[in-house]
């Protein structure tokens, strides 16, 4: 997505006046938020209730798992089931099986399920493809598994070719949303080019993390496949939201998928394959023979990256670090594992698998990264910097295609504000006044600095104040004091529902925080880096 960085103009956001109460943010499934914002539903919840008539009278094939369950823990399997509405004649499940619990690229076989005497078919087995034999019985397909928002995570391999299957065999497919864990903000990694396309851990052309949901991927799919599909968005959803902010359990998608800490570090330390590099501990340890523990620690946390700290930790014979995420939405586990990846290699004597010309002969280290060119990169000694600004072109052309296919719903209408990771709630709404200047309630964005706030009503002056940072701005003046110095914005500070709203550049420009604005999304992220 396009950004462009604010820069000069000015400040911060915090309510004031007589009132200082900052509300708190919406409230979890099954009860209605504090802010009065939708609660939040899944897909496969609405599609019994709002979207009921998608499925009467139908005969449904479900693709699910154990992680198809709503808020209350319900499989959308039995639910069906038991509907009287339409009738579940087929379940389809994807690799480590209905039940979750085989091994990984363990072959599964079809079955009867023994509880409910319908046929259970394998795609991860015979065929990874739904075939019209297993599509025969059915007026549509139903898809309801979580994903982990990892290119190389097989289920949405899974959707991708059942979507395929239902438009050569004229079945309607409809895909019930459930949100991407790492949250919609996160785009990075090198993305898959033509040559590495229909592999099963890359069925397009995505980057490492794509920052969808499966609904999004669905329609981003489609553009090549043309399925008859629908997509049941969910209720109270926000593309700013990881998936500890929905309020939800998390569901062990697969074996080695026990906890979220183990959903954010799989892209972060899964990528050496067949190098000698490689991950332990539900993914949350990396390293390999030959790497001095302490000194990888030290290069890693030296980086800079954002929402994670790096233990150093022997593992036998294995130098490695085990990865502490401090932040989730801050953490970016792409990213993270260009730099575990590249440090790795520069410490030790590892090897780079090589592909052959064919399909047949393409190792797995390739397929995971899409591309042969990170293996190149990496033996002419490129540093994680230099890698990210080889892949940085394509990624950015995908931030803009992905762009039509992102779903509305998840993208407010109003300006968001995220400080240091977290979205801001306002009782007054931020805005783009006629400057084409985001304006923010003035205490909100101070307290989430950690700053205090002043109210002078005779003068009508607001005062912020951090340590030894004080800045001092009058309603409807242009000329701000930070510093004992003064200067002069393009736009005034101004009274709004009773809040004093002020130009939120302000931050970058007196605080020494950096803050990007999202145009396409309307978001303003805040990192004070305090």
Same mark, same amino acid.
């Given at each position: ?43 496969? #919840? ?27 823990? $319900? ?33 599964? $076989? ?10 259970? =078919? ?46 050569? =065999? ?23 080019? /033509? ?40 209720? &109270? ?44 501990? =539900? ?60 440090? &790795? ?17 393409? %190792? ?23 890698? $990210?600004?080889? =892949? ?27 400080? /240091? ?5 306002? /009782? ?9 200047? %985001? ?16 109210? $002078?009503?005779?003068?009508? #002056? ?20 930070? &510093? ?5 914005? /393009? ?40």
């Amino acid at each position: 997505m396009m950004r462009k960085k604010l820069s000069v103009c000015f400040i911060i956001a915090v309510l004031v006046c007589t009132s200082f109460s900052v509300f708190s943010c919406a409230g979890k499934p099954g009860g209605a938020g504090e802010t009065g914002k939708p609660t939040f539903k899944l897909g496969s #919840e609405l599609l019994q209730s709002k979207y009921a008539h998608l499925i009467e009278g139908k005969k449904v094939g479900l693709v699910t798992n154990q992680s198809g369950v709503n808020a209350r823990g $319900e499989s959308t399997m039995e639910l069906l089931y038991r509907d009287p509405r339409c009738q579940l004649v087929a379940l389809y499940a994807p690799e480590h099986g209905l039940d979750g619990k085989a091994g990984a690229g363990a072959y599964i $076989e079809s079955y009867i399920h023994e509880k409910m005497g319908l046929p259970v =078919y394998s795609l991860y087995g015979q065929t990874r493809m739904p075939t019209a034999e297993m599509l025969e019985d059915i007026d549509l397909l139903i898809f309801d598994i979580q994903d982990i928002g990892a290119r190389t995570y097989t289920y949405m391999s899974t959707l991708n070719y059942c979507m395929v299957a239902a438009q050569k =065999y004229g079945k309607p497919i409809i895909v019930l949303d459930r949100p991407n864990p790492l949250g919609g903000r996160i785009v990075d990694g090198p993305v898959l080019e /033509d040559d590495y396309y229909a592999t099963f851990v890359g069925v397009d052309n995505l980057p490492m993390a794509h920052g969808m949901t499966a609904g999004e991927l669905a329609q981003f799919f489609n553009r090549k496949i043309g399925a008859a599909l629908t997509v049941v968005p969910m209720e &109270g959803y926000r593309r700013t939201m990881t998936f500890a902010d929905t309020g939800l359990e998390w569901v062990q998608t697969s074996p080695n998928i026990p906890h979220l800490d183990a959903v954010f570090c799989y892209m972060s330390t899964g990528l050496g394959e067949g190098t000698g590099i490689f991950q332990a501990d =539900y993914f949350q340890w990396i390293g390999g023979k030959g790497i001095e523990a302490q000194r990888y620690a030290g290069l890693l946390n030296g980086a800079g990256l954002p929402g994670v700290t790096f233990l150093p930790e022997k593992r036998g014979e294995a130098g490695g670090v085990r990865l502490k995420i401090t932040d989730y939405a801050t953490f970016n586990p792409a990213r993270t594992g260009i730099y575990a990846l590249a440090y &790795g290699y520069s410490l030790g004597d590892f090897k780079i698998p090589k592909s052959g010309p064919t399909k047949e002969t393409m %190792v797995m280290f390739d397929k995971v990264m899409g591309t042969n060119k990170i293996g190149q990169y990496l033996e002419q000694g490129l540093t994680p910097q230099e890698i $990210e600004a080889r =892949y940085a072109p394509a990624l950015n052309r995908f931030k803009e295609e992905r762009k039509k296919y992102l779903l509305k719903e998840y993208d407010p209408g109003e300006v968001s504000i995220v400080v /240091d990771g977290k979205e801001i709630a306002f /009782d007054s709404a931020p805005y783009i006044n006629t400057d084409d200047r %985001v304006m923010v309630p003035f205490r909100a964005i101070a307290e989430a600095l950690g700053a205090k706030v002043g109210w $002078e009503p005779l003068n009508r #002056e607001v005062t912020f104040t951090r340590g030894k940072q004080a800045v001092l701005l009058r309603i409807g003046s242009p000329v701000i004091v930070a &510093g004992g110095k003064r200067h002069k914005v /393009d736009t005034v500070p101004v009274i709004k529902n009773s809040r004093t709203m002020v130009p939120v550049r302000f931050i970058s420009e007196f605080l020494g925080a950096e803050v990007d604005w999202d145009g396409h999304f309307k978001i303003v992220t805040v990192n004070s880096g305090w």
